[in-house]
């Protein structure tokens, strides 16, 4: 049903995930990121208060590790949940409930947490997490693409996967990117790839409007001087 890769970038401090799925709208309840803190995934059949929850645990100072032990301790529900958290120390930490759907499996390794479910293998997460080490002179968004990329060329999940998603946390409450195609008949991936291709180039400009809009270039909409 879903696969995904949580990161974090050593240089430059961000954190992020990236994630697809069969499901429609996986980017608007499954990924989590918040700058100076880490990136989280909860996915499966999904409980998205839990992302949030692992971060703000994490916030205060526990570990990954702590985090996920002590939200899903005596949980109701939590055996049909899939987490995956990373902070901005490079720990992540990891949970798979009994109920989580037909082959699954999560691979940690430096600087980012792969997991999935309902997958055509358990390579997959080892996939992502190989084709991320591989490309740490990149952006954090594009190694996460990149490895969501290889996620798929691996086998990705059972069926098709029709949505995608990214969110890219760095120095700001808000997300630097946050990204999603919500359904496509195919190669949803590609298409988000695409969109990032798009937005890379004005990312640092929407940054600018909100830091300090005197400063920052012209809108290049009609009317704009």
Known sequence: MTFSVAGFCERTGMV??????????VASRCPWVRAGVGAASTQNITDPSLGNEMLD??????????????????????????????????????FTGSE???????????????????????????????????????????RLLLALQAGLDAGGEEGPIHSAGIKVAHEHPWPLVDLRVDW?????????????????????????????????????VSGDL
Request: charged share 20%; with cysteine; proline share 4%.
């Open 57 to 94: 645990l994490i916030a205060k100072g526990s570990s990954p590790e702590q985090a996920v032990q002590m939200i899903t301790k005596g949980r109701k529900f939590i055996d049909y949940r899939q987490l995956a958290v990373i902070d901005i120390k490079g720990r992540s930490a990891s």
């Open 184 to 220: 496509a008949d195919e190669k949803p991936i590609d298409q988000l790839i695409e969109l990032w291709r798009d937005f890379e180039g004005q990312m640092m400009d929407y940054n600018t409007r909100a830091i300090d809009p005197r400063s920052a270039p012209s809108y290049g």
């Open 100 to 142: 989580t759907l037909g082959t699954n499996a999560v691979v940690r390794s430096d600087g980012c947490i792969a997991a999935g479910n309902l997958l055509i293998s358990t390579e997959v997460p080892q996939a992502m997490a190989d084709s991320f080490s591989k490309h740490s002179h990149l952006h954090l968004t594009e």
């Open 16 to 25: 992020g995930v990236s994630i697809t799925s069969s499901s429609i709208c």
